[in-house]
């Protein structure tokens, strides 16, 4: 699949969006190495900070299916913006935890626009897994 092929995923990720208070959809989409592509959408709440990111949504998604971070490929992220959107902080830390360092991450907009980044990228000298060692 190429990263425009997994960027109209996310397009069709983002029709799946819950924003009524926003109204500013999201879509992501990871592909897998099974070939099977996993949507997530932006879901929010009247309680405004329980709303969940569309990246987060498909990451969440795709370990509830049981898949795990060596599984994910790549992923797509798409809104209406006027440049390829911008992940949030919080999807940041979630991306750096839940994907492999190397995943190719394409953000995008409506109009098709892509830029090509990756978690190294984005997050920067990251909190990264902690050991939990006994005291
Ligand atoms: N949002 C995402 O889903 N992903 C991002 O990368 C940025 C923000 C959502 C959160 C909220 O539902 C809406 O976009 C407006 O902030």
């Known amino acids: 699949m190429t990263k425009e092929q997994l960027v109209q995923e ?3 990720a ?3 969006t819950y924003s009524p208070y926003s109204n500013f959809g999201v879509g ?3 592909l897998m190495k ?3 592509v996993i949507h997530g959408a932006n ?3 009247a309680s405004y ?3 969940n990111c569309g990246e987060r949504s498909a990451l969440f998604s795709a370990y509830s299916q049981g898949y795990h971070k060596e599984d994910i ?3 797509a992220v798409t809104g209406g913006t006027d440049q390829p959107i911008s992940p949030c902080g919080a999807c940041r830390q979630v991306m750096n935890e839940l ?3 190397n995943t190719p991450i394409y953000l995008s907009n409506l109009k098709g626009d892509i830029k090509p980044t990756n978690i190294k990228e984005l997050l920067p000298y990251s909190f990264d897994e902690v050991e939990h060692n006994e005291e």
């Open 28 to 30: 992501a989409a990871l």
């Open 49 to 51: 900070g329980l709303s």
């Open 14 to 16: 983002r029709q799946k």
């Open 99 to 101: 994907m492999p360092k």
């Open 34 to 36: 099974d070939g099977t």
């Open 43 to 45: 879901i929010e709440n």
């Open 73 to 75: 490929v790549a992923l």
């Open 10 to 12: 996310a397009i069709k």
